[in-house]
């Protein structure tokens, strides 16, 4: 699916979500008494979790939310500028003789973790970007073998 620069620019400026489970009722003619989803939110940059979690509660009026902690955090981005950011680009270059792009992305990962203690994060590694947790998702030994490299250069050159 193609998306044109307006459907990016909205989904990294406002919340998206993913109805993954939906459950509810015993047959098909039957109005169930009762229903249950699980929808993934993701935060853009510029809001925070609490003020989603605030506007779907505003939106649901008396169904019974609620919030499964495990995996909820804030938006993560680090400056394009930033140490990591531009030694990895360095690494990356030396090693593959090409230069990474920048890019903005959703999504949830462990940047979170890092950024609670001021730490950068990047988001880098070897496959194709479009495949990412699609079905027979794959990347080949060469690749993940040529991003260890990358990943051991710029620890090295990040800390010397």
Avoid at 32 to 40: F, G, H, K, V
Avoid at 107 to 132: E, M, Q
Avoid at 137 to 145: D, F, G, L, N, W
């Amino acid at each position: 699916m193609e998306l044109s620069f307006d459907e990016l620019l909205q989904i990294l400026v406002k919340p998206t979500m993913n109805v993954g489970v939906f459950r509810g009722g015993e047959m098909i003619n039957i109005v169930p008494d009762s229903c249950e989803a699980q929808i993934a939110f993701c935060v853009p940059l510029g809001m925070k979790r609490q003020e989603l979690h605030e506007i779907v509660k505003s939106k649901i009026g008396d169904v019974s939310l609620e919030l499964l902690g495990e995996s909820q955090s804030d938006p993560s981005y680090t400056s394009p500028s930033a140490k990591i950011v531009q030694v990895l680009k360095q690494s990356a270059q030396s090693v593959l003789g090409e230069t990474p792009a920048l890019h903005v992305t959703q999504g949830t990962s462990d940047a979170n973790l890092f950024r609670k203690h001021g730490i950068d994060t990047v988001f880098y590694g070897p496959g194709d970007f479009a495949n990412t947790h699609a079905f027979n998702e794959s990347v080949s030994i060469k690749a993940v073998t040529a991003i260890a490299q990358v990943y051991l250069k710029t620890v090295f050159e990040y800390f010397s």
